[in-house]
C-alpha cells in the first residue's frame, strides 16, 4: 500500500478520501528541513554545502513517515506543484534516505487542483523529483541566508536599533522609503480649468470643457491663475457657441485574463482592502478544500477543459451571444513567469459561490471573485460608441469639447469590471446632438486644481510594481510584505504604506554602503539568473559563487566604519526629511532652541535615532526624527508645578514619559510616569503631566472595611485597586474621573468573577486535534485566544478569531505546548492484560546524570509554512 505525503493535514484528509484505502496519506506539515540560524549553515568555502537539520516539530512526522514505510515499498511525494512543492518533496526524500534503501520505491507526482479526477490521473504519471527546480530552491535559499545572516549582523553593529535585512525585503522598502520621499519633495502647481453647462436647442444639458481661448489650444498650465480664468470665463460667456461637429466611432474591451497569484492580491486589496497575506491564507484554504486550483501562479493559461467548460457555464447563464466564436488565449507577458503554471480558477465553473455554502466571509469573497473573473475571461467582449462634441464661436476664439459613450453590448462587464488604483471619472452619456445647430449657455465655472504628489503605496499597487521591477516572486509577495510590517519598518494605516523611521535608515543605510545590492536591476537580474537555474540552463553555484565574491567584498569594506560616519552618510541622504525648508527661508539645520548649534542625526543608548543639536550638552535640543520643528520631545520643559519644580517630556527607552525635575546624589530616580497608549506627545499640556505624575489616586475609603481604594495606570492599562484586588477599566481617562460608587462596582464584578462566574463561552469551535479534544477559539483578558486541553495559546494580533484555521491553531498551541513543557493529555485505551517482562538489569546510576526531560506534547508546523524569506 503506497504512502502519499503532502503537506498539510487539511490536504491529506481530502486526498485521502479520493484515493481510498489502498494508499496511507499523511502530512509533512510544510518543510521538514531548513538552513540553521546560526554561523556555517552555508559553507563558502566549499563549494556552498548547506547544513540542513531537520526542525524539532516535524521529527514526529518524520517518524510517522518511517513507520509507515516499515510495511509499505512505496513512497509517493504529492507536494505542491511549485518550487517550493518541489523543495519540500527533496527535503523528503534526503531526510528518509535511511528509510528508502532497501528497494523502496520512490516517486513524485503533482496535480493543480485537489478533485478526484486530477488526483487519480496524477498518479498514473508518476516522475522524479525535478533537480533543477530543486537546484533553483537552493540557490535562493542560500542568497537569502547569506544577505540576512551577513548583512544583518553589520546592520545591528553600525545602525543600533535595526533589527535586519533581507534580499527583497530590502528593495521592496526601498521602494515605500523612495515614495514617501518624493511625496515630501513635491510641490504642488496650481492650475485652473473652465467647464460650461450647455443645453441643445431641445432643452437638454451637457458639460463642455474649454480646450481653445484666444484661438490656441490649451495646455495643462495655461489658465495659471485665478484672474487668468475669469477672463476665459468672459470669453466664453461674451460669445455665440454653435457645435461644429459630431464624431461617434464604435469602441470595444475585451475582458482581463484570468487570476495568478499577484493579480488575485492586486484585486483583493483593490476591491476588499484584504492584504496579501489574508488573501492567500483564504485562497490556500480553498483550494485544500477542492474549489480552486493553485494558489502560488504565475501563469495565466487555462486547461483546455477549463475553456470548455467556462463557455458552456457562460452559454448556459448568459446566453450565446456572450460567448466568443473562439476561445481566448492568454499568454503571460512577464519575461521570468514560472515554469507552464494554470492560472487560478474554479475547479467547477458550474459551482458559483451561492452553491458552495462557505462559512468563512474570506473564502466567500474570495472565491466570487476568482469565479467572476474565471468567467469574464472568456466572455465576449463590450461594444460601446464614443461620441466626441466640439463646440466653438464664429470666430475661432473659443473651442470647446463635450465626450460620453454609449454601452452598447455590456458583454463580460455583466459579470465582473477589474478594479482600479486611480479614480476616474467614467464617460457620461451625451443627449442626442446635431452638427451646426446653436447650443446655449447655462452656466460656466472656473474651477481651481492643484497637480497631486504620487500616491503612497498600497499592497496592491506596491504588488504591482514589484512584479513590472522583476523584483522577487509573486507567490513570496505576501512574506515578504508581513516581513517588513512585522520589523516594524513600515506600518499599514487606511490600506496605504507608510515608512517608520526605522525604515528609512535601514535605507539609507544600504543604499549609501550597499546601493548595488537594493538597486532593482541588479535584483531582477538575480531572479532572471534564479529562473535560468530552474530551466537547467546554468550552474546554481556558479550564480551563488559570482554573488558571494563581490557580496563579501562589500560587507569587508564596512568593517572599519564608524558610526559617526555612518549617521553622517545618512544624515545627508535623509536630509530632505530631517530638515525641512523653513518658512523664514532660514538654515533649517540652525537649532531653534539655542540659535548657534547645528543639528545632526544621533542615536541613544536605546537603539532609537533622533535629532539633536551639535552644542550639547550646553543645549539639550532635541526632537523625533520625524518629530515636528521646534517640538522637542526629550527634555522639553513643559513648565513649572506648584512646587515650582520644571515637568518635563523626554524620550526613552519604551516611548515617551514625563518627568519631575533631574536626576540629582539625593534622588538618582525622579518621579516619571509614561504617556498612555492613545495621547499624542505633541498635544501634551502641563496640566495633564502633573495629573499623570500624581498616580496613583486616591478614591477614598471602602464602606465595607475603611481600606483606600486607589486608581492608576499599569502595564495592563488602568485599573482601580483595593487590598490585593486589583480591577481592569476600559478608559484610560476613567483612572482621573472614577468615583468610589463605579469602584466598588468594578471590584465587585471582579470578585464575583473569582468566586465561579460562568465559564465563557467559546467563540469559534475549529475543530478536533489530531490527540483528540476540540480546539476553540475563547475570549481573553488580554485578548483572544485558541484552547485545547490544558493549552492556551494567545492568537498573535495579525489573526483574528474569525479568520484563524485549525491548522494555524495547531501551530500555535504546538509552539505554546514546547515552550511550557505541558504534555498532551493520554489517550483512553482499552485495558490488556499485562505480559509478564523479563526484568532489565538496571543501570549504576553516574554521579551527576540528569533524570530524562519530560516528553513535550507533539508540535504541529503549520500546513503553509513554506520558506519564503526573501
Not at 259 to 264: A, E, G, K, Y
Not at 291 to 301: F, L
Not at 623 to 648: C, F, H, K, M, Q
Amino acid at each position: 500500500m503506497p504512502v502519499v505525503v503532502v503537506e498539510s493535514p487539511a490536504k491529506a484528509k481530502t486526498i485521502n478520501k479520493y484515493l481510498g484505502s489502498n494508499y496511507t496519506v499523511l502530512a509533512s506539515y510544510g518543510h521538514v528541513r531548513d538552513l540553521p540560524a546560526k554561523d556555517g549553515s552555508v559553507d563558502t568555502e566549499n563549494g556552498f554545502g548547506m547544513l540542513w537539520e531537520v526542525a524539532a516539530d516535524s521529527k514526529k512526522h518524520i517518524r510517522a513517515i518511517v513507520e509507515a514505510l516499515k510495511t509499505d515499498d512505496e513512497l509517493i511525494l504529492a507536494t505542491d506543484p511549485d518550487r517550493e512543492g518541489e523543495a519540500i518533496s527533496w527535503h523528503l526524500q534526503e531526510a528518509l534516505a535511511s528509510s528508502l534503501k532497501k528497494g523502496k520505491k520512490v516517486s513524485r507526482v503533482t496535480f493543480n487542483a485537489i478533485t478526484k479526477d486530477a488526483v487519480t490521473e496524477a498518479m498514473k504519471h508518476p516522475r522524479q523529483v525535478d533537480q533543477p527546480l530543486v537546484d533553483a530552491y537552493l540557490a535562493r535559499r542560500a542568497l537569502d541566508y547569506l544577505v540576512g545572516f551577513t548583512l544583518s549582523p553589520v546592520l545591528w553593529r553600525k545602525l543600533p536599533g535595526s533589527r535586519s535585512a533581507g534580499r527583497v525585503q530590502s528593495v521592496c522598502l526601498r521602494l515605500i522609503v523612495e515614495r514617501e520621499m518624493e511625496i515630501e519633495a513635491f510641490r504642488a502647481r496650481e492650475f485652473w480649468s473652465v467647464e460650461a453647462i450647455l443645453a441643445t436647442p431641445r432643452g437638454q444639458e451637457f458639460a463642455a470643457r474649454l480646450t481653445v481661448l484666444g484661438g490656441k489650444k490649451l495646455d495643462k498650465f495655461d489658465i495659471p491663475t485665478a484672474e487668468a480664468a475669469e477672463l476665459a470665463v468672459q470669453a466664453v460667456t461674451s460669445r455665440t457657441l454653435t457645435v461644429k461637429s459630431v464624431e461617434a466611432k464604435p469602441a470595444s474591451r475585451n475582458p482581463y485574463p484570468p487570476f495568478m497569484t499577484s493579480t488575485l492580491q492586486q484585486e483583493a486589496s483593490r476591491k476588499f482592502g484584504m492584504g496579501a497575506k489574508a488573501c492567500m491564507s483564504a485562497a490556500q484554504r480553498l483550494y485544500e478544500a477542492g474549489h480552486i486550483t493553485y494558489m502560488r501562479t504565475d501563469g495565466i493559461d487555462m486547461a483546455p477543459e477549463a475553456v470548455t467548460a467556462a463557455r458552456a457555464e457562460i452559454g448556459k447563464r448568459f446566453g450565446a451571444a456572450y460567448v466568443p466564436d473562439a476561445p481566448r488565449i492568454y499568454k503571460n507577458k512577464a519575461k521570468n513567469a514560472q515554469e507552464a503554471h494554470e492560472c487560478i480558477r474554479p475547479t467547477d465553473m458550474s459551482a458559483s459561490p451561492d452553491d458552495l455554502h462557505l462559512a468563512e466571509a474570506d473564502q466567500r469573497k474570495l472565491y466570487d471573485l476568482i469565479w467572476k473573473r474565471t468567467l469574464a475571461s472568456q466572455m465576449a467582449g463590450a461594444r460601446l460608441e464614443r461620441t466626441t462634441v466640439e463646440i466653438g464661436s464664429a470666430d475661432t476664439q473659443v473651442g470647446l469639447r463635450a465626450t460620453g459613450q454609449v454601452l452598447l453590448f455590456d458583454g463580460f462587464l455583466k459579470v465582473y469590471e477589474e478594479g482600479r488604483d486611480d479614480e476616474d471619472e467614467d464617460e457620461g452619456r451625451l443627449p442626442q446632438i446635431m452638427a451646426n445647430e446653436p447650443v446655449e449657455k447655462r452656466q460656466v465655472l472656473p474651477e481651481q486644481h492643484f497637480t497631486q504628489a504620487p500616491p503612497r503605496y498600497t499592497e496592491a499597487t506596491l504588488v504591482k510594481r514589484m512584479e513590472e521591477l522583476g523584483i522577487g516572486r509573486p507567490p513570496t509577495y505576501a512574506s515578504v510584505l508581513t516581513t517588513i510590517v512585522d520589523r516594524e519598518y513600515v506600518r499599514k494605516d487606511k490600506n496605504r504604506l507608510f515608512p517608520e523611521d526605522k525604515g528609512r535608515l535601514v535605507t539609507a543605510f544600504l543604499t549609501n554602503f550597499f546601493r548595488r545590492y537594493v538597486e532593482y536591476d541588479f535584483t531582477a537580474d538575480l531572479e532572471s539568473q534564479l529562473d535560468d537555474v530552474s530551466a537547467g540552463e546554468r550552474d546554481y553555484k556558479e550564480v551563488l559563487a559570482r554573488f558571494w565574491r563581490d557580496f563579501s567584498a562589500a560587507i569587508a569594506e564596512t568593517a572599519d566604519l564608524r558610526i559617526g560616519e555612518v549617521l553622517e552618510k545618512i544624515d545627508d541622504f535623509l536630509s530632505p526629511h530631517l530638515y525641512p525648508l523653513r518658512e523664514d527661508g532660514s538654515d533649517p539645520r540652525v537649532c531653534t532652541s539655542c540659535g548657534t548649534g547645528r543639528l545632526h542625526l544621533k542615536t541613544s543608548r536605546s537603539g532609537g535615532a533622533f535629532i539633536g543639536c551639535g552644542n550639547y550638552p550646553e543645549c539639550r535640543y532635541t526632537r523625533p526624527i520625524s518629530g515636528e520643528e521646534g517640538g522637542s520631545v526629550d527634555g522639553r520643559v513643559l513648565g513649572i508645578d506648584a512646587d515650582g519644580v520644571e515637568i518635563s517630556l523626554r524620550a526613552g527607552r519604551f516611548g515617551p514619559y514625563v518627568q519631575k525635575g533631574e536626576a540629582t546624589t539625593e534622588q538618582p530616580k525622579p518621579p516619571r510616569a509614561s504617556l498612555p497608549k492613545g495621547w499624542e506627545s505633541s498635544s501634551l499640556t502641563l496640566e495633564r503631566a502633573i495629573e499623570l505624575l500624581s498616580l496613583p489616586r486616591q478614591i477614598g475609603p471602602h464602606p465595607e472595611d475603611g481600606q483606600m481604594i486607589e486608581a492608576a495606570i499599569g502595564r495592563f492599562g488602568p485599573y482601580v485597586k483595593h487590598g490585593a484586588v486589583y480591577a481592569n477599566i476600559p478608559d484610560v481617562e476613567e483612572v482621573f474621573t472614577i468615583g468610589m460608587n463605579r469602584a466598588v462596582e468594578v471590584l465587585a464584578q471582579k470578585l464575583a468573577g473569582r468566586r465561579g462566574a460562568t465559564v465563557a463561552e467559546p467563540l469559534r469551535n475549529l475543530g478536533d486535534h489530531p490527540d483528540g479534544g476540540p480546539v476553540q477559539v475563547m475570549p481573553g483578558k488580554y485578548g483572544p485566544y485558541v484552547k485545547w486541553a490544558k493549552v492556551n495559546a494567545t492568537l498573535p494580533k495579525e489573526l483574528t478569531p474569525e479568520a484563524v484555521t485549525l491548522e494555524e491553531a495547531l501551530a500555535l498551541i504546538a509552539e505554546k505546548a514546547g515552550k511550557s513543557g505541558k504534555k498532551a493529555p493520554a489517550k483512553k485505551a482499552a485495558p490488556k492484560k499485562a505480559a509478564p517482562k523479563a526484568e532489565k538489569p538496571t543501570a549504576e546510576k553516574k554521579p551527576g546524570a540528569k533524570k530524562p526531560a519530560a516528553k513535550k506534547a507533539a508540535a504541529k508546523k503549520p500546513a503553509v509554512k513554506k520558506n519564503a524569506a526573501e
